[in-house]
């Protein structure tokens, strides 16, 4: 049982090039989560998805776009890298029960020069 | 939205005191509060929770305390040990109109352990 598992764990990319986060689960979880990590801005919310089939807006969603096709997995994409998106990046996985807690994978790296 | 502050941003304490985070929560609605622990390079790991039911937590030397009224929790680590240095994190939670929930994260306390 791994858990939530982030690939690739370190990336750099120039501005303007494109590239898609990975995050698998194998809790069987509903809601799946991307934050971005940066430094004393604690974690903000990007996009989020209830099931399989479903996305919505988190705080932070300009520039990214996501996708879940499967329930297992949860696609983070940046079509057009800029610099400001140089950060951390968190998935997050939980069941679809009310008021339960986070499941964090270790993170990705994300260099944009 | 819910709007989550976390004080204080830096906490430096002698290995054996107490340490003690506070955050607030606009809310009114939250009823989940989950504290994480994050050490350098590391994923957040949920170390304790409490929901709106109670007011008090115990697991060992942490504790968590929720005023519902003053929409206030805080965090209590007591016999501070240096495994206990890391960046540690509130959350409270919200419900949106079509029914998703999420959480809302404070910015963070660095906790310093002096030996």
């Known amino acids: 049982n791994a858990g939530v598992t982030q690939t690739p764990k370190f990336r750099v990319l120039k501005t303007g090039q494109s590239m898609t986060l990975l995050c698998a689960q194998d809790m069987n979880h509903e809601y799946m989560y991307w934050y971005r990590q940066d430094p004393g801005m604690g974690l903000r919310l990007i996009h989020y998805s209830v099931g399989e089939g479903t996305t919505a807006k988190g705080e932070v969603p300009d520039g990214y776009n996501v996708s879940r096709l499967k329930k297992q997995n949860f696609l983070l994409g940046l079509e057009s890298a800029a610099p400001s998106q140089t950060s951390v990046y968190f998935c997050?996985?939980?069941?679809?029960?009310?008021?339960?807690?986070?499941?964090f994978g270790d993170g990705t790296r994300l260099s944009i020069l | 939205g819910e709007n989550v502050e976390q004080h204080p941003s830096t906490l430096s304490v002698q290995e054996g005191d107490s340490a003690v985070i506070k955050c607030t929560y606009s809310d009114s609605a939250s009823n989940y509060f989950p504290w994480y622990k994050q050490e350098l390079g590391k994923r957040p790991q949920l170390i304790i929770d409490i929901r709106s039911n109670v007011g008090e937590k115990k697991d060992q030397r942490i504790a968590v305390t929720l005023n519902k009224t003053a929409k206030h929790f805080s965090l209590h680590i007591t016999e501070t040990q240096p495994e206990d240095s890391a960046v540690y994190f509130c959350?409270?939670?919200?419900?949106?109109?079509?029914?998703?929930?999420?959480?809302?994260f404070g910015k963070g306390t660095h906790l310093i352990i002096q030996p």
């Open positions: 959350a409270a939670s919200y419900r949106e109109r079509g029914g998703a929930d999420g959480l809302t």
């Open positions: 997050a996985s939980r069941i679809g029960h009310l008021n339960q807690p986070q499941h």
